[in-house]
Protein backbone atom coordinates (compact mmCIF):
# COMPACT_ATOMS: atom_id res chain seq x y z
CA UNK A 1 0.00 0.00 0.00
CA UNK A 2 3.14 2.16 -0.06
CA UNK A 3 1.93 2.98 -3.49
CA UNK A 4 -1.46 4.56 -3.02
CA UNK A 5 -2.12 7.59 -4.23
CA UNK A 6 -2.13 10.65 -1.78
CA UNK A 7 -5.84 12.42 -1.25
CA UNK A 8 -6.35 15.53 -3.71
CA UNK A 9 -5.86 18.43 -1.98
CA UNK A 10 -8.57 20.70 -0.11
CA UNK A 11 -10.91 21.94 -2.56
CA UNK A 12 -11.88 25.47 -1.51
CA UNK A 13 -13.32 26.82 -4.63
CA UNK A 14 -16.52 25.11 -4.27
CA UNK A 15 -19.44 26.39 -2.49
CA UNK A 16 -19.67 23.63 -0.03
CA UNK A 17 -16.36 24.24 1.53
CA UNK A 18 -17.71 22.08 5.08
CA UNK A 19 -18.23 19.10 2.75
CA UNK A 20 -15.12 19.74 0.93
CA UNK A 21 -13.43 19.53 4.29
CA UNK A 22 -14.85 16.62 5.66
CA UNK A 23 -14.35 14.67 2.41
CA UNK A 24 -10.58 15.89 2.66
CA UNK A 25 -10.55 14.60 6.25
CA UNK A 26 -11.68 11.66 5.42
CA UNK A 27 -10.01 11.21 2.54
CA UNK A 28 -6.34 11.75 4.64
CA UNK A 29 -7.62 9.26 7.48
CA UNK A 30 -7.55 6.72 5.15
CA UNK A 31 -4.32 7.51 3.70
CA UNK A 32 -2.37 8.14 6.66
CA UNK A 33 -3.93 4.41 8.03
CA UNK A 34 -3.35 2.92 4.56
CA UNK A 35 0.26 4.02 4.08
CA UNK A 36 0.82 3.42 7.99
CA UNK A 37 1.98 7.08 8.75
CA UNK A 38 -0.33 6.48 11.58
CA UNK A 39 2.18 5.97 13.68
CA UNK A 40 4.87 8.05 12.94
CA UNK A 41 5.36 11.76 15.18
CA UNK A 42 3.09 14.09 15.81
CA UNK A 43 5.43 16.62 13.97
CA UNK A 44 5.54 14.13 10.67
CA UNK A 45 1.81 13.61 10.76
CA UNK A 46 1.16 17.46 11.13
CA UNK A 47 3.59 18.19 8.35
CA UNK A 48 1.74 15.69 6.05
CA UNK A 49 -1.67 17.07 6.90
CA UNK A 50 0.03 20.44 5.96
CA UNK A 51 1.52 19.47 2.85
CA UNK A 52 -1.44 17.40 1.52
CA UNK A 53 -3.62 20.05 2.23
CA UNK A 54 -2.74 22.15 -0.56
CA UNK A 55 -1.16 25.59 -0.33
CA UNK A 56 -4.92 27.49 -0.01
CA UNK A 57 -4.74 24.79 2.83
CA UNK A 58 -1.66 25.54 4.44
CA UNK A 59 -2.77 29.60 4.50
CA UNK A 60 -5.31 29.03 6.45
CA UNK A 61 -3.65 27.16 8.68
CA UNK A 62 -1.18 29.92 9.00
CA UNK A 63 -4.02 31.52 11.17
CA UNK A 64 -4.40 28.91 13.61
CA UNK A 65 -1.94 28.97 16.69
CA UNK A 66 -0.14 25.65 16.05
CA UNK A 67 2.68 24.86 18.63
CA UNK A 68 5.52 22.88 16.96
CA UNK A 69 7.38 21.51 19.87
CA UNK A 70 8.09 20.44 23.26
CA UNK A 71 5.09 18.71 25.67
CA UNK A 72 2.65 20.94 24.50
CA UNK A 73 3.21 20.66 20.92
CA UNK A 74 -0.05 20.31 18.42
CA UNK A 75 -1.44 17.02 17.44
CA UNK A 76 -3.04 15.87 14.51
CA UNK A 77 -6.09 15.26 15.87
CA UNK A 78 -5.77 19.03 17.31
CA UNK A 79 -5.04 20.27 14.05
CA UNK A 80 -7.55 18.15 12.47
CA UNK A 81 -9.86 20.04 14.76
CA UNK A 82 -9.02 23.25 14.14
CA UNK A 83 -9.69 22.57 10.60
CA UNK A 84 -12.95 21.31 11.02
CA UNK A 85 -14.21 24.05 13.63
CA UNK A 86 -12.46 27.29 10.79
CA UNK A 87 -15.11 24.99 8.02
CA UNK A 88 -18.14 23.88 10.49
CA UNK A 89 -18.17 26.74 12.97
CA UNK A 90 -20.48 29.10 10.83
CA UNK A 91 -23.33 26.27 10.46
CA UNK A 92 -27.07 27.37 11.15
CA UNK A 93 -29.09 24.55 12.36
CA UNK A 94 -32.53 25.84 11.66
CA UNK A 95 -31.26 26.56 8.03
CA UNK A 96 -29.84 23.14 7.38
CA UNK A 97 -32.97 21.50 9.06
CA UNK A 98 -34.92 23.13 6.45
CA UNK A 99 -32.74 22.06 3.41
CA UNK A 100 -33.11 18.51 5.21
CA UNK A 101 -37.27 18.92 5.30
CA UNK A 102 -36.93 20.13 1.71
CA UNK A 103 -35.46 17.07 0.49
CA UNK A 104 -37.17 14.96 -2.21
CA UNK A 105 -36.11 12.04 -3.93
CA UNK A 106 -36.86 13.23 -7.26
CA UNK A 107 -36.70 10.42 -9.37
CA UNK A 108 -33.07 9.82 -8.54
CA UNK A 109 -31.98 5.97 -7.31
CA UNK A 110 -33.50 5.31 -3.56
CA UNK A 111 -30.33 4.35 -2.35
CA UNK A 112 -28.27 7.65 -3.52
CA UNK A 113 -31.68 9.21 -1.94
CA UNK A 114 -31.01 8.24 1.08
CA UNK A 115 -26.87 8.87 1.46
CA UNK A 116 -28.14 12.50 0.54
CA UNK A 117 -30.43 12.61 3.40
CA UNK A 118 -28.24 10.71 5.84
CA UNK A 119 -25.70 13.39 4.60
CA UNK A 120 -27.64 16.39 5.21
CA UNK A 121 -29.17 14.74 8.29
CA UNK A 122 -25.50 15.07 10.41
CA UNK A 123 -25.24 18.78 9.33
CA UNK A 124 -28.82 19.40 11.78
CA UNK A 125 -27.83 18.20 15.20
CA UNK A 126 -30.50 16.17 15.58
CA UNK A 127 -28.24 14.00 17.97
CA UNK A 128 -30.28 10.91 19.69
CA UNK A 129 -33.69 11.60 17.37
CA UNK A 130 -31.44 11.40 13.81
CA UNK A 131 -32.69 8.28 12.58
CA UNK A 132 -36.41 9.32 13.47
CA UNK A 133 -36.09 12.35 11.58
CA UNK A 134 -34.36 10.53 8.79
CA UNK A 135 -37.57 7.60 8.31
CA UNK A 136 -40.05 10.96 8.88
CA UNK A 137 -37.93 12.40 5.68
CA UNK A 138 -38.05 9.42 3.47
CA UNK A 139 -41.97 9.09 4.17
CA UNK A 140 -41.98 12.34 2.74
CA UNK A 141 -39.53 12.69 0.03
CA UNK A 142 -40.15 8.86 -1.33
CA UNK A 143 -41.56 9.15 -5.03
CA UNK A 144 -43.07 6.13 -5.12
CA UNK A 145 -46.67 6.47 -3.33
CA UNK A 146 -46.99 1.94 -2.92
CA UNK A 147 -43.14 1.98 -0.88
CA UNK A 148 -44.61 5.43 0.82
CA UNK A 149 -47.75 3.42 1.89
CA UNK A 150 -45.39 0.08 2.80
CA UNK A 151 -43.51 2.34 5.28
CA UNK A 152 -46.29 3.99 7.04
CA UNK A 153 -48.31 0.96 7.78
Given at each position: ?7 K ?6 S???G????F ?12 AD ?11 L ?5 D????S???R ?8 T??N?LL?M???KF??N?H ?23 R ?6 R ?7 H ?18 E???
Open positions: MQNLPAPPLDLETDKEAWLIEKSFRLYLTATGTKSEAIKRAGLHLVGEGRKIDTFIIEEGENQSLQLFRETGRTSFERHVFRQMKQDGEEFDKFLIIKVQANCSYGDRIEEICDQIVEGIDCPETKKIIV
